[in-house]
Nanobody, 121 residues
């Protein structure tokens, strides 16, 4: 079974920084897309930053220039460095990955349990 485990959330003042980590473990042959999403109270889950296995990245407009995503294919981890945080960044942040196991030829969408980020004004 494949698991995604996030860490690094917490409470920070506006203008501060946080670093989120996500590690995928289990029977992993390959990971395709590996991304960060977030969901604020009363809102739909939205994409924050996307990465491909070849290293391409893409950011949602609200976080461009403030957030940086990095990925390590060797150990199946993804990092989200969040700087210049704003109160509107408050949300539960979820790690997502499309994972192919050794026993299959298709990719399955996997989600972490989420980590709370709260930015105070």
């Amino acid at each position: 079974q494949v698991q995604l485990v996030e860490s690094g959330g917490g409470l920070v003042q506006a203008g501060g920084s946080l670093r989120l980590s996500c590690a995928a473990s289990g029977s992993i042959f390959r990971i395709g897309a590996m991304d960060w999403y977030r969901q604020a109270p009363g809102k739909q889950r939205e994409v924050v930053a996307l990465t491909t296995s070849s290293g391409n990245t893409n950011y949602a407009d609200p976080v461009k220039g403030r957030f940086t995503v990095s990925r390590n294919n060797a150990n199946n981890t993804i990092i989200l460095q969040m700087d210049s945080l704003k109160p509107e960044d408050t949300a539960v942040y979820y790690c997502h990955a499309d994972v192919r196991s050794y026993s299959t030829t298709s990719y399955v969408s996997r989600w972490g349990q989420g980590t709370q980020v709260t930015v105070s004004s």
